[in-house]
């Protein structure tokens, strides 16, 4: 509120109003009194209780949610600060409470160990989002332009807006899958997915940890075939959808829907993905339908969940800054 010209994307600000924003910061501002207030009461660690009351009152001192906003703001280079932090509260209401209630893993807790590295990643995927969004929208854009296919489009939006969704969907994930499969299989390439694959447990946030150079390479890749013949509604509504399942896949969640999980992806099929035992190697890279590693021969799917996570018989550098920079100049 302080620096909006700096903080807020240009792109994002006509989308939410400043008002209900507002509410929020004061919500949260409360919240992390009371909940500061409970864990110190509960918890014998009382480090993590005393930092979120110490940033609140912070936040309080600093003008809380009525800072006044001087002058208009316009377009130009600003940090996602509002758009990661809005994602991020997002995230932790739709899946912490699913993950504290119905866990696999009930030991593993919300504040395991790295949590905070995988923090920095959800930060460095959504900080940059004015660059990441041109990285990303590159290679889409580029393949509009020269491949864009007005037959086709016109053809895909004369069907129901559901049928239109699925297809997209069944694109995304062909693309993933062969873009996914490259990652494992190039060992260039490996080096930045090996970023991923190094959680040595699973939650909602460990999906995010992921090499900057990987999460554009498989966004921009994915999209590009979207270009081609869908609407901008589609492949928005595909992104919200991809953000939600995808994330949803790496959590730390047990219950199991016998029905859905031969159709959809549900997380135990992704953790099959993160094993580190050898029968779940290189198998399961799509993210959406299972039946699409079926086709391609890379299915596992067994009654039980794995026993270990992480990289099979590799090591990669602690820190954020290490597992950026490592890659390019192949250390392992
Ligand atoms: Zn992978
Ligand atoms: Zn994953």
Known sequence: MHFPQLLTDPELRPYYSLHVIRLLIQGVIVAAFAFGVISSILRKKRILALTGMLFALAATAWGGSSVQINGSLHDGPAIGLDWFLLDMLLMAIIYVPLERLWPQYPEQGTFRKDWTLDVVYFMST??????????????????????????????????????????????????????????????????????????????????????????????GLILAPLMLGFSQNIILAYLIFVTLHATWTHCNFGPNAKWLEKFLVMPRYHHWHHTSQKEGIDKNFAIHFPWIDKIFGTYYYPEEWPEKYGLDGQEIAPGFLRQTIDPFIGKP
């Open 126 to 219: 959504h900080l940059p989002i004015q660059i990441l969004s041109f990285l990303v929208l590159l290679p889409a854009t580029q393949a509009v332009k020269y491949l864009g296919v007005p037959a086709l489009q016109h053809s895909i939006a004369r069907l129901p807006w559901l049928l239109q969704f699925f297809l997209a969907v069944v694109v995304a994930d062909v693309a993933e899958y062969f873009v996914h499969l490259a990652l494992h299989q190039v060992p260039f390439l490996w080096r930045f997915h090996a970023v991923h694959h190094s959680s040595k447990a699973l939650d909602w946030i460990a999906g995010s940890r992921s090499h900057f150079v990987d999460d554009t390479l498989v966004r």
